[in-house]
């Protein structure tokens, strides 16, 4: 699943340990996710789509396969 | 009630299960203590009286026997309460990785155990090695002990959790 976690970090200028502590997560998590090497579970996604105020599929997208 | 909830899940610092593997940089012996004293309890237990003392054991009473078996697994069990509420605290991809490394763990030891016990019964150890050495009593290649499956199960989920904890870096 491709996401934008990193480009929105970025924007806001947080570090990953700034955005895992905000989700409450590690900062191993962040990076597995903006790596794409792990797909977060729904609550999750549903925190972080909160977080940066917009819908989850704004921030992931489903690989079409 | 909800929101108090959360804000109690929040502010549980999350648990690292990197601080239970020795070698890595992150070992607490603090956290390792926490979580794993009960698994070292089982261990003393099980290697005083299964490795250091067994021709002792065997002469005692059989109440004491099986006070000492039954130690043994209450230790185990206490040990798992322990852990269950380590990995509830755990974050989502981290208790990923430690549920697949305890299932590797489980799994590879069962088979080493399997093994190592068919070879041990067929005279294989013996026959390569000769009979083992030990200062305290005349023992066997068997492994049928608990202090051995702490070890074997303990080095495979230090195996394990290094392998997949890799798949996520």
Known sequence: MKNKLRELRT???????????????SRQTINAIETEKYDPSLPLAFKTARLFKMKIE???????? | ???????????????????????DRQFSWRTAWKV??????????????????????????????VTIVFAEFFAIVLFVFDA???????????????IAAFFFSVSASFFVFVLWLRLEREGFFNAVFGPPFSPFSTTTWGIASVAHACVVLGGFYGLGFLIFKRRYK
């Open chain 2, 1 to 23: 009630m909800t929101r108090m909830l959360y804000t109690i899940a929040m502010n549980t610092k999350l648990s690292v299960p990197d601080e239970l593997i020795m070698f």
């Open chain 2, 36 to 65: 794993c004293r009960w698994w070292l309890a089982a261990f003393v237990i099980s290697a005083v009286f299964d490795l250091v003392l067994p021709d002792w054991k065997i002469h005692q009473p059989l109440r004491w026997r």
């Open chain 1, 58 to 65: 704004e921030i992931f997208e489903a690989d079409k396969d």
């Open chain 1, 11 to 25: 924007t806001k200028e947080w570090s990953q340990s700034d955005l895992a502590d905000k989700l409450g997560v």
């Open chain 2, 84 to 98: 269950v509420k380590f990995i509830r605290r755990m974050d989502e991809l981290q208790r990923r990785i430690t």
